[in-house]
């Protein structure tokens, strides 16, 4: 990858980034038998990292020296969690059953110990995985697959930020990430699609889902608007005002915890980072018991998605193409941690008999986010597709904490 880039102005860089995401929803939306088919087999998340990344391998924009990340994680991202949590509906979630909550949580848990025992496995292989403490150590990227797989984009950016994740490991994580989730993505479809043969041999009692599909239809049908010009600027009223004020804070914090309490260094509480992601997603969950919640109505989660395909973009363009066939050892370890996740899902699902549809949109608003998890609940029935965004959301609640307790672990398995 050469340094002297052909484009060095962030302006341009920018343009060519949303030129690329226009294309890939353009094209993934589209009609035409050619671009349903390509779409088919590579899904449209894995181009809005790939083709951003092809520009920083081909030494079209040097993505290092770019200040895009940058503005992304810390305007867009803080607004995106923002927007994205204010419409969790807790008691929704709670309705849903014991049985859904169980999977989702089996499901995080299924990612938080995963990664130190795929971890602690693969290193038997190949011991140099562990021992090491810079910025390119296996552990710290692999903090950032947790926040992704518990999460989503949002997250993973935060564990980047809070574990000073190089760019390095970073960039192969990512493609691991996106790689190993989307194998993980297409059998959950192909199980969705063989749903009542399952639950019928599993036993499971699918009469709440039935409700729960007349439920959500209703909402929508009453609830859903067309955004005004007031809607959306009240959006980015709350989303970037609450962004501000997580900076504010955590610019105090941050280096109070420093000064103060230097030993809080190693649970990230001297992370400005850190501070600014945690007050963003608390201060969410106490707006999602407000009247404020309502504007996800107008489509607040739509416009957050937007700023979050901007940030994924950024995210690509620190990713060299060139360097995943250096290290297949690290997709062992993703597939080893997918495995570890799908057998617990799996056993839990079979022990509380919990229908498939559970166990599948558990598992996907883990690892797949707001992104994908509605996609698989829309393969059940187009009527659940907004459980697998409520679950998804709950799982951006979560991410960061648990995705920081699994760093935490992997800290200790790495030595």
Known sequence: MTTSAMVSNDATAL??????????????????????????????????YFLPSLLNTFGVVDGHTSQLYFVASRYLLPACLVLLILSVDLKAILGLGPKAVIMFLTGTLGIVIGGPIALLLVSMIDPSLIGNNGPDAVWRGMTTLAGSWIGGGANQAAMKEI??????????????????????????????????????????????IEALKEKVEKYHAENSRIPSLRDIMMIVAVGFGVTGFAHFAADFLGPFFEANYPWTEDYSLTSKFFWLVVIVTTVGLGLSFSPVRHLEAAGASKIASAFLYIL????????????????????????????????LMLLVA????????????????????????????????????????????????????????????LQVVAG
Not at 380 to 402: D, E, I, N, S, W
Request: a neutral charge.
């Open 350 to 409: 079979k022990l509380i008999k919990a229908p498939l549809f559970y166990m599948a949109v558990g598992s996907q608003a883990n690892v797949g986010g707001a992104a994908s998890a509605p996609v698989v609940a829309a393969a059940f029935h187009p009527a659940l597709a907004p459980v697998g965004v409520l679950l998804a959301v709950f799982g951006y609640a979560l991410g960061t904490y648990m995705a920081w307790l699994c760093g935490q672990l």
């Open 15 to 48: 343009g060519l980034l949303a030129v690329i995401l226009g294309f890939v929803f353009y094209t993934s939306s589209s009609t035409h038998p050619f671009w349903q088919k390509f779409y088919k087999y590579i899904p449209a998340l894995l181009l809005c």
């Open 163 to 208: 574990y000073e994740v190089g760019g390095e490991i970073f960039s192969v994580m990512v493609t691991v990430d996106v790689i190993v989730a989307n194998i993980w993505m297409a059998v959950l479809l192909f199980m969705a699609s063989k749903a009542k043969e399952i639950d019928a041999r599993t036993g499971a009692d699918t009469t709440a």
């Open 312 to 343: 994924v973009a950024t995210i690509g363009l620190h990713m060299d193409v060139s360097k995943i066939m250096d290290t297949p050892i690290y997709f062992l370890v993703g597939i080893v941690w997918m495995l570890v996740h799908a057998s």
